[in-house]
Antibody
Framework: EVQLLESGGGLVQSGGSLRLSCPASGFTFSSYAMSWVRQAPGKGLEWVSTISGSGGSTYYADSAKGRFTISRDKSKNTLYLQMNSLRAEDTAVYYC??????????????WGQGTLVTVSS | DIQMTQSPSSLSASVGDRVTITCRASQSISSYLNWYQQKPGEAPKFLIYAASSLQSGVPSRFSGSGSGTDFTLTISSLQPEDFATYYCQQSYSAPRFGQGTKLEIK
């Protein structure tokens, strides 16, 4: 059974930093691209970032470029999202999502339960 | 950027009804279109990929169609567990979701 369990969310002041983690199990972690998708309270879904199975390729939404860094640790089967220079508009539930292919394809077949990030201004 | 527009934004229906949700892309995305279901307080669930392929484990009452710019998600006979919000998402370029369609009980 695929399991994704996000952690690291919380309350942070504007301009601050947080690192989200997502340990994965139930599949061969290094064989699939992984992504972060967020959802502001009461709003729709927004793709944030994707990393390839090897970790060699990364992709970011314009809203995340230059502030967020996605990474993965094969030895720990864990996905990360380092978020710096946080803004009020980054307030959202952040979901970790598995993709269906090794390379980025934008097809998210399994999702974690999410971790809430609240940025106070 | 490719914009995704769903209609309607909300919909009331009864158990047993046939329901159709539409998704339109601002430019052609071939068949690079996915559908997700999200219930309150839960993560999205992957329903349909490549416009019309049913994800494993998803009931056959769900179906998708379309290509280019116009797509539909159809639920042939609504069940109580189908009341949720549905999102389309293009995977042709940087992933982008529609604004969602909230399906409510009439």
């Amino acid at each position: 059974e695929v399991q994704l369990l996000e952690s690291g969310g919380g309350l942070v002041q504007s301009g601050g930093s947080l690192r989200l983690s997502c340990p994965a199990s139930g599949f061969t972690f290094s064989s699939y691209a992984m992504s972060w998708v967020r959802q502001a309270p009461g709003k729709g879904l927004e793709w944030v970032s994707t990393i390839s199975g090897s970790g060699g390729s990364t992709y970011y939404a314009d809203s995340a470029k230059g502030r967020f860094t996605i990474s993965r640790d094969k030895s720990k089967n864990t996905l990360y999202l380092q978020m710096n220079s946080l803004r009020a508009e980054d307030t959202a539930v952040y979901y970790c999502a598995k993709e269906i292919y090794y390379d980025s394809s934008g097809n998210f077949d399994y999702w974690g339960q999410g971790t809430l990030v609240t940025v106070s201004s | 950027d490719i914009q995704m527009t769903q209609s309607p934004s909300s919909l009331s229906a009864s158990v047993g009804d046939r329901v159709t949700i539409t998704c339109r892309a601002s430019q052609s995305i071939s068949s690079y279109l996915n559908w997700y279901q999200q219930k309150p307080g839960e993560a999205p669930k992957f329903l349909i990929y490549a416009a019309s392929s049913l994800q494993s484990g998803v009931p056959s009452r769900f179906s998708g169609s379309g290509s280019g710019t116009d797509f539909t998600l159809t639920i042939s006979s609504l069940q109580p567990e189908d009341f949720a919000t549905y999102y389309c998402q293009q995977s042709y370029s940087a992933p982008r979701f529609g604004q969602g369609t909230k399906l409510e009980i009439k």
